[in-house]
């Protein structure tokens, strides 16, 4: 079936660097979606990318759809101690189910 | 801002009873999902809804599960004999078109 890796699985950064982290598949998927899940929460959608290629932001956010479909990124600049949390990444197929991977772990320190 | 959301927040159940877990969708969303988060782990598909009927289930829906929308705002999510493995945070999402917004979720506990 389809999976995806993402990673890496956790990160311990200084607050005010900047973050990257990122999926791939070996299957093509028609929109990548990043999430944010905060302890006892439900995931959070950060950014929707539907075109191969496609560069977006969300204010210090950045992710981009990989030109092959099968791989995204996510960037944060300029880290806070509130961007942690555990970073999801999920392919959508064209049924709408959501294959996420394993999540990266972010922590700050002030 | 519309959201999902469930109910209860948590459910504390014994082996072998049944659950019911309440979900209220977004209300111009025609596509209903439920998902299953073992605790650390990624989250996990269940099923898809749509119509009023299953569009696709995983492997883990098997018969012990069934979904209902029992009217215009309520989709339920119903484990009819609860096994130890079932404990899992269950989280309800729906979607209009393209993004899917998930409701805050059910921590089940079978004990």
């Known amino acids: 079936g389809q999976q995806l890796n993402q990673s890496p699985q956790s990160m311990f950064i200084q607050e005010g660097e900047d973050v990257s982290m990122n999926c791939t598949s070996s299957?093509?998927?028609?929109?990548w979606l990043w999430y944010k899940q905060d302890p006892g929460e439900g995931p959070v959608l950060l950014i929707a990318?539907?075109?191969?290629?496609e560069l977006t932001s969300n204010g210090r956010l950045t992710a981009q759809f990989g030109i092959t479909r099968k791989d995204s990124f996510l960037n944060i600049s300029a880290s806070i101690p509130s961007d942690v949390g555990i970073y999801f990444c999920a392919g959508q197929l064209l049924t709408g189910k959501l294959i996420f991977g394993q999540g990266t772990t972010l922590q700050v320190k002030p | 801002e519309p959201e999902v959301t469930q109910t209860p927040s948590h459910q504390v159940t014994q082996m072998g009873q049944e659950v019911i877990l309440r979900c209220v969708p977004i209300?111009?969303?025609?596509?209903f999902y439920w998902y299953r988060q073992i605790l650390g782990q990624k989250v996990e598909f269940l099923v898809s809804f749509y119509n009023n009927e299953i569009s696709e289930k995983s492997e883990i829906f098997d018969d012990q599960f069934s979904v209902e929308r029992p009217d215009g705002s309520n989709f339920t999510l119903k484990i009819r004999s609860t096994k130890l493995e079932d404990s899992a945070m269950y989280f309800c999402?729906?979607?209009?078109?393209?993004?899917?917004?998930f409701g805050p979720g059910t921590r089940l506990t079978v004990l």
């Open positions: 209300s111009n969303h025609l596509y």
């Open positions: 999402a729906s979607i209009a078109l393209y993004e899917q917004f």
């Open positions: 299957s093509i998927f028609n929109t």
């Open positions: 990318l539907y075109k191969a290629g």
